[in-house]
């Protein structure tokens, strides 16, 4: 079982907007900076957000993050096929003192 | 900035196996480095970490039974396993860590299956 809480799927149509949220505690999200990663299988994971919403370059700005209290969100616009995937958001937890993961979402793009 | 992952393969409980990670574009030794793995219809597990300081931590659920190091003169990166359990069946990713304002990694492997079974 995972420490951060996502949906477990999220699906929209092609060109539609769809958010993915991410739960966790004040031990990690609350008082933490949150990452999100894109992970196709068999390949390696791609970071997308860090900071709460910091891109790195080569990210497109379809993708945005944001963090309001333990919770965080992340947003892709413009949804297109290549977005299909699964996304995992991660927050270091002060308590345990290692990095915390969601258990992935699934996204679809209808 | 590439990671490249080998060693991973079949073994025993009980048995042991040593992953390593071969790292180009840095030196491992300027950041820190972690293995986080993915077992079968689960998601990422932070499983152990390497400090620029030479600092090491580790998931309870392999403290004691793995082993993390780096070789600075091969830029390489090791996870030795030992006592393996059929549960630490997963895919082993080496990644890059990063810090601006919190942490974060920057840079992963396309990782390297282990499978525990007899």
């Known amino acids: 079982q995972s420490v951060l809480t996502q949906p477990p799927s999220v699906s929209a149509a092609p060109g539609q907007k769809v958010t993915i949220s991410c739960s966790g505690t004040s031990s990690n999200i609350g008082n933490n900076y949150v990452s999100w990663y894109q992970h196709l299988p068999g390949t390696a994971p791609k970071l997308l957000i860090y900071?709460?919403?910091e891109r790195p370059s080569g990210i497109p700005d379809r993708f945005s993050g944001s963090k309001s209290g333990t919770s965080a969100t992340l947003g892709i616009t413009g949804l297109e096929s290549g977005d299909e995937a699964n996304y995992y958001c991660?927050?270091?937890?002060?308590?345990?003192?290692?990095?915390?993961f969601g258990g992935g979402t699934d996204l679809t793009v209808l | 900035v590439q990671l490249v992952e080998s060693g991973g393969g079949l073994v025993q409980p009980g048995g042991s196996l040593r992953l390593s990670c071969a790292a180009s574009?840095?030196?491992?030794?300027?950041?820190?480095m972690v293995w986080v793995r993915q077992g079968p219809g689960k998601g990422l597990e932070w499983v152990s970490v390497i400090y620029a300081s030479g600092s090491i931590n580790y998931a309870e659920s392999v403290k004691d039974r793995f082993t993390i190091s780096r070789d600075i003169s091969k830029n390489m990166v090791y996870l030795e396993m030992n006592s393996l359990r059929a549960e630490d069946t997963a895919v082993y990713y080496c990644?890059?860590?990063?810090?601006?304002?919190?942490?974060?990694?920057?840079?992963w492997g396309q990782g390297t299956l282990v499978t525990v079974s007899s």
């Open positions: 990644a890059r860590g990063n810090w601006n304002y919190g942490y974060y990694f920057d840079y």
């Open positions: 991660g927050a270091w937890d002060t308590s345990l003192t290692f990095m915390v």
């Open positions: 574009g840095f030196t491992v030794n300027t950041n820190y």
């Open positions: 900071d709460n919403n």
